[in-house]
């Protein structure tokens, strides 16, 4: 059993930063694949970015490439992700997930493929 919850959301001008963390509470955590989900009213939960349970293999959804950093601490419990240039686009509910099933190098994209999620933190940008 993992237990997740997500925090560092907020209200944040467009091209902004904001760092989310995830803490994790359960034995399985650092064995674990993570992944971050985000919602938008009225939309699908889509995936973000995930990373392997050792941190060192990552995965990023083609909309926050090469503006979202993912990593982990396993030390902690703790997954992080670093959102930088944030657009009005990026504002959502952002989703902390666990996929214990994968611990090798493949990184599941599917919502179908994490089995724990934390509630969210809400995400705003303003223009």
């Known amino acids: 059993q993992v237990q997740l919850v997500e925090s560092g959301g907020g209200l944040v001008q467009a091209g902004g930063s904001l760092r989310l963390s995830c803490a994790a509470s359960?034995?399985?955590?650092?064995?674990?694949?993570m992944g971050w989900f985000r919602q938008a009213p009225g939309k699908e939960r889509e995936f973000v970015t995930a990373i392997s349970w050792s941190g060192g293999n990552t995965d990023y959804a083609d909309s926050v490439k090469g503006r979202v950093s993912i990593s982990r601490d396993n030390a902690k419990n703790t997954v992080y992700v670093q959102m930088n240039n944030l657009k009005p686009e990026d504002t959502a509910v952002y989703h902390c997930?666990?996929?214990?099933?994968?611990?090798?190098?493949?990184?599941?994209?599917?919502?179908?493929?994490?089995?724990?999620w934390g509630q969210g933190t809400q995400v705003t940008v303003s223009s």
């Open positions: 997930a666990a996929a214990p099933r994968y611990r090798g190098w493949y990184l599941p994209s599917a919502r179908s493929e994490y089995d724990y």
């Open positions: 359960g034995r399985t955590f650092s064995s674990s694949a």
